[in-house]
């Protein structure tokens, strides 16, 4: 069984930064893509940020140039580093791999911005 525990959010003011830790245990991490995917309350879930198992990432416009993604196959963690938070990025931010056409999902980790 695929499991993802995301860490590492919080309240911070705009223009702040955080970083985000997904630890992966139950896959054979360094072969899947893994993503950052975010979600406020009443809208669906945003696709933030993507990583395959050759390191190339692809990002949502809205945080192009402000957040980066990394994994670190040996420790088994993918990372999201949000540099100048803006408010809009308040939402619950959720680690996803897939496996085998099944998608595994961590309980997500709040991010809040605001003054």
């Known amino acids: 069984q695929v499991r993802l525990v995301e860490s590492g959010g919080g309240l911070v003011q705009p223009g702040g930064s955080l970083r985000l830790s997904c630890s992966a245990s139950?896959?054979?991490?360094?072969?899947?893509?893994v993503d950052w995917y975010r979600q406020v309350p009443g809208n669906e879930r945003e696709l933030v940020a993507t990583?395959?198992?050759?390191?190339?990432?692809n990002y949502a416009d809205s945080v192009k140039g402000r957040f980066t993604v990394s994994r670190d196959n040996v420790r088994r963690n993918l990372y999201l580093q949000m540099n100048n938070l803006r408010p809009e990025d308040t939402a619950v931010y959720y680690c996803h791999l897939r496996r085998a056409g099944v998608d595994f999902w961590g309980k997500g980790t709040l991010v809040t911005v605001s003054s």
């Open positions: 139950g896959a054979n991490f360094r072969l899947h893509t």
């Open positions: 990583i395959n198992s050759d390191h190339e990432t």
